[in-house]
């Protein structure tokens, strides 16, 4: 069965730099989620995405932005990175209100290094 | 606001031996609970649910859980343990409210030895 795609898996920026996270869901998944895990820390919520439109928002820094895109795509856009970035970054996706689903699915996740 | 604890860093069991890890929550409404299970550099792997009606659910690779309202918990059994069942766990809860983000409790390191 088709999974959550995220890309890219690893990713290593300097201080100061940008980074940009992509997650596909599964197909049908209408509803997105992002999550931020530290090492040796449970994931913490960010934001989400209902059909293209954000349903919630946790504690996402004012640095970062996200969007999700018409074929349902999300990207996580993160400015002026600090160590403290340095995490995994999961996207998980779930159905939407109209299709029963309480579950969510992750993705793999992106390991993002700030040096 | 929601909160999972999960009272255990780690558990320790050998195999073929049954195991319990714990979980309680706390949300406002009805509680939505979720076990997810995390191999190292993995994402997190859906293990089962709990929404409404039995209080025991199954799910995956012979686990289940026991909703207990009245105790506010949800823990996470198997019968009998298997060493591939080493991993971190995680509890997660939501309500039946509008919001449907996920709160996570802070994982238990399951060891089973051979």
């Known amino acids: 069965a088709a999974g959550v795609i995220q890309s890219p898996r690893h990713l290593i920026k300097e201080k100061r730099e940008t980074a940009t996270l992509k997650c596909y869901p599964i197909p049908r998944h209408d509803t997105v989620y992002w999550y931020q895990q530290g090492p040796g820390q449970d994931p913490q919520f960010l934001i989400s995405f209902y059909e293209k439109m954000q349903s919630d928002k946790g504690s996402i820094p004012d640095r970062f932005s996200a969007q999700q895109f018409s074929d349902y795509h999300s990207e996580l856009n993160m400015s002026s990175l600090e160590l403290g970035d340095s995490a995994l970054y999961f996207c998980?996706?779930?159905?939407?209100?109209?299709?029963?689903?309480?579950?969510?699915?992750f993705g793999p996740g992106t390991r993002l290094t700030v040096t | 606001a929601q909160s999972v604890a999960q009272p255990e860093d780690q558990v320790n069991v050998a195999e073929g031996n049954p195991l319990t890890v714990k979980c309680t929550y706390s949300?406002?409404?009805?509680?939505?609970l979720f076990w997810y299970v995390q191999y190292p550099n993995r994402g997190l792997q859906f293990l089962l649910k709990?929404?409404?009606?039995?209080?025991l659910v199954k799910g995956s690779y012979g686990f289940e859980a026991e909703f207990n309202k009245s105790q506010t918990s949800f823990h996470l059994k198997k019968p009998s343990a298997l060493v591939s069942d080493s991993a971190l766990y995680f509890c997660a809860v939501r309500d039946d409210t509008g919001r449907r983000a996920l709160t996570f409790g802070s994982g238990t390191r399951l060891q089973v030895q051979p």
């Open positions: 998980a996706s779930s159905s939407g209100p109209g299709r029963i689903s309480y579950e969510q699915y």
């Open positions: 709990y929404i409404t009606g039995d209080n």
């Open positions: 949300v406002s409404g009805n509680p939505y």
